[in-house]
């Protein structure tokens, strides 16, 4: 484990019960009701493949395919809080819906990074 990976989990580790505790105060607010929410972003997402090909010529057969996708995302959600409690713990119920619209996905195995989907409908 890296230095900066073990530094994230120790100030988890540290921020956490901190964050409960002042939760539970005489200030803390009342957490229940229902929570209807929505926004619009861009997700991105590549993957890195290897392909081997033992019947190419020599200095051809390793090959390293990169897939990019990429879409304009609406997204919504409804939280229903405090669904289930036992005692200071709350369980909620949360739903998400995310519709891409625009987009395309490309990729790097063809001669000039061609588009090889324009987009379409994605949830």
Known sequence: MNKITLAILVLLVILAPLSISSAQG????DYSG???GGGIGFHSSATYWYWYNSTAPSGSREHWPIHVY????LSGFYEKRS???MGKIAGNLKIEGLLGFMG??????????ETISDGGISY
Request: aromatic share 8%; net charge neutral.
């Open 26 to 29: 005489p200030a803390a607010p």
């Open 34 to 36: 229902s929570v209807i």
């Open 70 to 73: 990429s879409r304009t995302i």
């Open 83 to 85: 669904l289930l409690t």
């Open 104 to 113: 395309g996905t490309k990729e790097d195995w063809l001669p000039f990074n």
